[in-house]
């Protein structure tokens, strides 16, 4: 879908008044936008791993932002993009109640290093709906 006009200037002055064509952070959810499910596999697509590396090779900092698990994300695709960022991933997961780093162990193994967790708030949680949920899968 093409950008408007006005949302075109807009992003363009953007640019042009801010720092951030040179020192930018990119922030990505990941489901859906950089990351791809087709026939139950879960990529990359070569275009989002394009732009990726040329995110990094800029030396942008690139994090990942996804309501997923920290071992989902390390299990689904989390190597391919360790492989583009050969370093320590930036994440936010679980909306935000878990940042920390994807990033290899000694042994090559892909683990979650977390800086800071935290519990949602009572109103981010619906009691109804998960006692709704249990109700009705109960076996009696």
Same mark, same amino acid.
């Given at each position: 879908?093409?950008?408007?006009?006005?949302?075109?200037?807009?992003?363009?002055?953007?640019? *042009? @008044?801010?720092?951030?064509?040179?020192?930018?952070?990119?922030?990505?959810?990941?489901?859906?936008?950089?990351?791809?499910?087709? @026939?139950?596999?879960?990529?990359? =697509? @070569?275009? #989002? *791993?394009?732009?990726?590396?040329?995110?990094?090779?800029?030396?942008? =900092? +690139?994090? +990942?932002?996804?309501?997923?698990?920290?071992?989902?994300?390390?299990? /689904?695709?989390? @190597?391919?993009?360790?492989?583009?960022? %050969?370093? =320590?991933?930036?994440?936010? /997961?679980? %909306?935000?109640? +878990?940042?920390?780093?994807?990033?290899?162990? #000694? *042994?090559?193994?892909? #683990?979650?290093?977390?800086?800071?967790?935290? /519990? =949602?708030?009572?109103?981010?949680?619906?009691?109804?709906?998960?006692?709704?949920?249990?109700?009705?899968?109960?076996?009696?």
């Amino acid at each position: 879908m093409a950008l408007s006009e006005e949302a075109e200037a807009k992003l363009r002055h953007f640019l *042009e @008044q801010s720092s951030f064509a040179t020192t930018g952070v990119v922030v990505t959810d990941l489901d859906g936008t950089a990351v791809h499910e087709f @026939q139950g596999k879960i990529t990359i =697509p @070569q275009e #989002v *791993e394009l732009g990726l590396m040329r995110h990094y090779k800029r030396g942008r =900092p +690139l994090i +990942l932002n996804s309501l997923r698990f920290p071992l989902s994300v390390i299990r /689904t695709f989390g @190597q391919e993009w360790h492989k583009l960022s %050969n370093a =320590p991933i930036p994440t936010v /997961t679980l %909306n935000g109640s +878990l940042m920390g780093f994807i990033t290899k162990t #000694v *042994e090559s193994e892909l #683990v979650f290093e977390e800086v800071k967790g935290s /519990t =949602p708030d009572a109103h981010a949680i619906d009691l109804d709906g998960i006692t709704a949920l249990v109700a009705i899968t109960r076996i009696e």
